[in-house]
């Protein structure tokens, strides 16, 4: 499989960090440091920053992506985005299915799922997130798991559709705690997911599709995560809040 077929992208995921200022002084550090990244770098930020990391980002090679989108077109929906609202401020990505929204906002591979095809019907890609909690993988059933939010969060995505789709492999217990998947547990993974991604769809569109280990990816552990064949790119946390980190980490994927 050759790997330098894929798409290799590094994501921030600024979670409920920076304001639209804040925002705006950290794009304007990262951009001169990524400027010359041979990958693609999306910065997902909090819908009030959007519009403003829209345009300080206009004219560079970093792009903008959402933490979330509503599946509605528009409707009674109280503090939701629909992706129309996305769209017309040039938002390109959009996280979906993040472990937190699982956790906290009762997110389901169902409403995962609904999201995903709004978001492609619009026109924006999604960063789908998968990953099973510690005591998954305690009990040994992680593949049981990740194969079920492949399947479920994918349902009736077609393969034409699959091209704009990122799956991020997250496992839950390493997001935020300082605890990485080994190189070897995060390749272990991303290679059963393009199995998945194989049986489901074929092996063309598996061998093509972009998949990134998320999960207290920083400058120390990029290289050797994003050395591993089936680790394509990173969906970073804490450390896309350090415009030297988060370079660091896209120089570790430019290679
Ligand atoms: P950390 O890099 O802070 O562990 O977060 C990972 C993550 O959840 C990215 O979506």
């Not at 041979?38 to 403003?52: M, N, S």
């Not at 345009?55 to 792009?63: C, L, P, R, Y």
């Not at 399947?151 to 789709?165: A, G, I, Q, S």
Request: glycine fraction near 8%.
């Amino acid at each position: 499989m050759d790997k330098s077929k894929r798409k290799a992208i590094i994501a921030g995921n600024w979670k409920m960090n920076k304001t639209p200022s804040q925002a705006k002084e950290l794009l304007e550090a990262i951009k001169p440091l990524v400027a010359d990244a041979d990958c693609e770098v999306i910065a997902c930020v909090p819908y009030v920053d959007l519009a403003v990391a829209v345009e300080a980002t206009q004219g560079s090679n970093v792009k903008i992506g959402a933490e979330n989108v509503h599946w509605a077109e528009s409707g009674a929906f109280t503090g939701e985005i629909s992706t129309g609202m996305l769209k017309e401020i040039g938002v390109e990505y959009v996280v979906l299915g993040h472990s937190e929204r699982r956790q906290y906002f009762g997110e389901t591979d169902e409403t995962v799922n609904k999201r995903t095809k709004a978001a492609l019907a619009a026109g924006l890609k999604p960063i789908v997130c998968v990953g099973e909690l510690l005591w998954e993988r305690e009990c040994d059933i992680t593949e049981e798991v990740i194969a079920r939010q492949i399947k479920l969060d994918l349902w009736d995505v077609t393969e034409e559709e699959l091209k704009n789709v990122v799956i991020a492999y997250e496992p839950v217990w390493a997001i935020g705690t300082g605890k990485t998947a080994t190189a070897d547990q995060a390749e272990e993974v991303c290679a059963f997911i393009r199995a998945q991604i194989a049986k489901l769809y074929n092996q063309e569109a598996a061998d093509a599709v972009t998949i990134q280990y998320g999960g207290s990816m920083n400058d120390g552990n990029a290289d050797e995560l994003l050395g591993k064949v089936n680790v394509d790119g990173g969906l970073i946390g804490g450390a896309s809040l350090v415009a030297e980190k988060f370079a660091a980490i896209v120089k570790a994927a430019s290679k």
